[in-house]
């Protein structure tokens, strides 16, 4: 499934933190796109949304982010191609970017871009020492 450009722009933005894309999101009918934002973190209720209304080429998208290789080769087998490389972009393969911006799919590149460092944030807040291991605070 391929969205329009400025939908794509938009939920870039609200990964990004933008409410005012968040409000265009679901001012013109793109509900999946602001779920997106809170699947691609592992939320629970943001991805029983995607799939609840159908929208399986996101939920299957979403489980392509966290390395998991039938959810890649189900985007594959159905020549959703762009979510493909956006989830190789976001596990690291750089030349995934490359082929989105070689197809004039710079949008969704620069979406994965926004997404994985959204991950790596996530990421990084829970690798406090203080709060791990033996001696953690109480």
């Known amino acids: ?21 968040k409000l265009w999101l679901e001012e013109n009918n793109f509900p999946e796109l602001v779920y997106l934002r809170d699947a691609a973190s592992r939320h629970s209720k943001a991805f029983e ?26 985007l594959m087998d159905g020549k959703q191609y762009h979510w493909a490389a956006m989830a190789n972009y976001i596990n690291g393969d750089d030349n995934a970017a490359a082929f989105l911006k070689k197809n004039n799919l710079a949008h969704y590149a620069q979406l994965a871009h926004v997404i994985q460092a959204k991950i790596r944030r996530e990421g990084d807040e829970g690798t406090n020492i203080f709060k791990s291991g033996p001696y953690k605070g109480s």
């Open 1 to 21: 499934m391929h969205y329009p450009k400025e939908a794509i722009e938009k939920a870039t933005a609200w990964v990004d933190g933008s409410p005012s894309a």
């Open 49 to 74: 949304y995607l799939l609840v209304h159908k929208h399986i080429i996101l939920a299957t998208f979403v489980n392509a982010i966290w390395d998991d290789k039938k959810a890649f080769t189900l």
